[in-house]
């Protein structure tokens, strides 16, 4: 299986692509086996004190790695996410 660039994975765009890389997640295989729960904590830990839409990293991060829109998750898989991430229901 050939693993995609982040930038050609659904919803991540080079701004988003640039961040991952910054914290070691460079492509495809790696954002899944990190999973973005712990992609999304990785990034909030490198600039504390910034808030991170949910909606632009948490839940893109998820689309990406099922390679559907992020809008398309389920509430409940929205909530899950939050809750593995360490943020409020």
Not at 19 to 25: A, C, P, S, T, Y
Not at 33 to 60: D, F, I, N
Request: glycine residues 6%.
């Amino acid at each position: 299986m050939i693993e995609k660039p982040l930038t050609e994975l659904q919803n991540i765009g080079k701004t988003v692509a640039s961040r991952l890389q910054e914290i070691g997640i460079t492509n495809e295989a790696e954002l899944r086996k990190t999973g973005a729960s712990q992609a999304y904590k990785l990034l909030s830990q490198q600039s504390p004190g910034k808030h991170l839409p949910v909606c632009y990293y948490l839940y893109s991060l998820e689309g990406a790695i099922q390679d559907k829109h992020w809008d398309l998750l389920s509430e409940k898989e929205k909530t899950d996410l939050r809750l593995a991430a360490g943020l409020p229901k």
